[in-house]
């Protein structure tokens, strides 16, 4: 199977079960095969686990969900301990963290302490636990979602967690049609019951390893640079992008011009995916927040100043 059609195939297996979201999906797999972690950021009821139930069953590999709630402890994702009475011996009992697919559902609804135990987890792919460190699965991908931080009931995660995750976006409301639709759809019974696995590991593999030997010229670099470094000049801003945006942003876009069926990036590869990647990774002043700005609106009017390679 060509790389374009492992793209193809995927898109079109999760746009069964999700109605007019085709942008979200598109960002959900640059994400995914670029190495990134995606953050769903929305009200409830918009299909923000859905979605990551939708990739996980498309794909031939191991699947875990963690429901995030206050009580939840870091053992609950990472493992545990347990002395075996027969071995008179410890044993570890992993959990659910290894796993090829992670989906964290509602993660600001846990403490900022069992947050916190994703960290290393996301930035590195292993645990250390007891002194010991554990290695996770080579594709080990996070998809959480959360509620806007205004719900009762939710700790905003911290900037640390925020720069772990490559993108963050909204699924938004589907049109009057595409909701009439998905009535129709789930009259009788739910498309994610009848969902099947359309590729595996080893496609998912073939297709990232493609995705880096797209071509990503020094003018590219220089544009991608030039925008996060804007960020961390612009008034009203106390934190700007980090350098794990910048690589964000250049893998992403690789990942775009290939679905795309392109050898090489272009800036628009980049504008399109500059929003998710980066505005989560900003931190604005007070008086920015009273003003009523945005970081999507800084890094639209920083998208809009910054010369662009020809």
Request: glycine share 4%; with cysteine.
């Amino acid at each position: 199977m060509s790389d374009i059609k492992i793209y193809q195939k995927l898109f079109a297996n999760i746009e069964k079960v999700i109605q007019g979201q085709s942008l979200a999906i598109r960002r959900l797999l640059a994400a995914f095969f670029s190495d990134g972690h995606v953050l769903l950021e929305d009200v409830p009821g918009t299909g923000k686990t859905t979605l990551a139930k939708a990739l996980a069953r498309s794909i031939d590999v191991e699947f875990q969900r963690i429901q995030f709630t206050p009580d939840l402890l870091p053992t609950d994702i990472l493992g545990v301990s347990i002395f075996n009475q027969r071995d008179q011996d410890f044993e570890f009992h992993r959990g659910p963290i290894f796993s090829n697919i992670l989906l964290a559902d509602e993660i600001n609804r846990a403490s900022p302490r069992t947050q916190s135990a994703l960290l290393e987890a996301m930035g590195e792919r292993q645990i250390s636990i007891e002194r010991h460190i554990h290695q996770l699965n080579d594709l080990f991908f996070v998809i959480a979602t959360q509620n806007p931080v205004e719900y009762h009931g939710t700790y905003p995660l911290p900037e640390a967690q925020m720069d772990r995750f490559a993108m963050r976006f909204s699924l938004g409301y589907v049109t009057q049609d595409e909701e009439v639709a998905i009535l129709e759809q789930q009259n009788s019974t739910h498309p994610l019951a009848t969902l099947k696995p359309c590729i595996n590991k080893e496609d998912v593999i073939d297709l990232k390893k493609q995705i880096v030997r797209i071509h990503v010229s020094d003018e590219i670099k220089h544009y991608i640079i030039g925008l996060i470094r804007a960020t961390r000049k612009t008034e009203g801003v106390l934190n700007g992008a980090s350098p794990r945006a910048a690589l964000s942003l250049m893998k992403a876009a690789q990942a775009l011009a290939l679905f795309d069926n392109m050898d090489y990036v272009v800036p628009d590869h980049v504008q399109e995916i500059a929003i998710p990647i980066m505005s989560h990774r900003i931190m604005m002043n007070s008086q920015s927040h009273f003003s009523g700005s945005s970081s999507d609106q800084i890094i639209e009017n920083i998208l809009s100043s910054t010369p662009v390679p020809l």
